[in-house]
T-cell receptor
Framework: SQQGEEDPQALSIQEGENATMNCSYKTSINNLQWYRQNSGRGLVHLILIRSNEREKHSGRLRVTLDTSKKSSSLLITASRAADTASYFC???????????FGQGTTLQVKP | GAVVSQHPSRVICKSGTSVKIECRSLDFQATTMFWYRQFPKQSLMLMATSNEGSKATYEQGVEKDKFLINHASLTLSTLTVTSAHPEDSSFYICSARVDRQGVPQPQHFGDGTRLSIL
């Protein structure tokens, strides 16, 4: 069963704007990961945040984690048309556990 | 680094055919490999987890006799869809991970295989 629920399901913005996607989960986690999937392709790993971390940055990406609310957010700043993709959060209950994926957010960035 | 190659990218075949999909980690040795299935506009559903030299662990509801997984080496896992039928048509994706003690690691994904059974 899918643990994560992502919000919004779809997001359309103009190039240069920021995009925020949220992910909620139900059970305790060891870590939470965000992935990007371009249409018809595999997934690309973006960021991994551990349960004892609250925020992580990677380039234009910022991920926050609130374990008390069982939620995470992914912020993409200064978006580009190339950021158009589906974004998935995935949780794991241990260091070597399987990933449970959320339903994903489809992001469209208009040039 | 961390490139995973999945082959073939697309298969179209007749009902009753068995189809083999390969997943290779090209520049690293994977401790664990995973097989997922994805329906259009939906999330990934984990089918099974495999470790080199041992039997795969299948998720509930996944028929192990239908979806045969072989993990012959640290760089190769195969998924064989036996006697495929139209309902097996889907997008199948593999991933590979290098496990490190005490440190969670990301999964590295192949580009998927689009399977269409006529």
């Amino acid at each position: 069963s899918q643990q994560g629920e992502e919000d919004p399901q779809a997001l359309s913005i103009q190039e240069g704007e920021n995009a925020t996607m949220n992910c909620s989960y139900k059970t305790s986690i060891n870590n939470l990961q965000w992935y990007r999937q371009n249409s018809g392709r595999g997934l690309v790993h973006l960021i991994l945040i551990r349960s004892n971390e609250r925020e992580k940055h990677s380039g234009r990406l910022r991920v926050t984690l609130d374990t008390s609310k069982k939620s995470s957010s992914l912020l993409i700043t200064a978006s580009r048309a190339a950021d158009t993709a589906s974004y998935f959060c995935a949780t794991s209950s241990s260091n070597t556990g399987k990933l449970i994926f959320g339903q994903g957010t489809t992001l469209q960035v208009k040039p | 680094g961390a490139v995973v190659s999945q082959h073939p990218s697309r298969v179209i075949c007749k009902s009753g055919t068995s189809v083999k999909i390969e997943c290779r980690s090209l520049d690293f040795q994977a401790t664990t490999m995973f097989w997922y299935r994805q329906f259009p506009k939906q999330s990934l559903m984990l089918m099974a987890t495999s470790n080199e030299g041992s039997k795969a662990t299948y998720e509930q509801g996944v028929e192990k006799d239908k979806f045969l997984i072989n993990h012959a080496s640290l760089t190769l896992s195969t998924l064989t869809v036996t006697s495929a039928h139209p309902e097996d048509s889907s997008f199948y994706i593999c991933s590979a991970r290098v496990d490190r003690q005490g440190v969670p690691q990301p999964q590295h994904f192949g580009d998927g295989t689009r399977l269409s059974i006529l």
